[in-house]
């Protein structure tokens, strides 16, 4: 299900808080360090593990010191394990990091870990059949009873 673009008035009305920013003289620093920071964060996902990436953002940077944000303690354990690459590939890009801090940060995982949805189809005729044939084949035993219970669930 595809969502229906936005119309010309929600994007007008999305860039409005953009333009005060962009024109508020204290508002357009802060801008200005939250464009930095993503940035910072779209260079060094390259270095991150896919998995990762999702799962780790960008807080801060001050005196040569990046502040990452992880959203529990594995993502944390594996950052840190990786965190000597992930500098060499911030300083070859120009950016002023010489360390890394990582922080927790639970609230960053509460809508990340969903569980897939499992995708299944439905057994055709000729697939029972072939089960079927099989079961025949079988002899009694744990085999034969779980192809019954196969069987049970798709009739």
Known sequence: MSRPAPSRR???SATQPLQWLAHHPQAASL?????????LENDMMPVLPRTLGRHVRVASLEGGMLALRASGPAQAA???QITPAIVRQLQSREWPVTDIMIRIDASMGAGVAQKARRETRP????ALGLFEALQEKVSPGPLSEAIARLLAHHR
């Open 78 to 80: 594996r950052l840190r």
């Open 31 to 39: 801008l200005h360090v939250a464009r930095e920071l993503l940035a």
């Open 10 to 12: 929600a994007r007008a």
């Open 123 to 126: 057994l055709d005729g000729q």
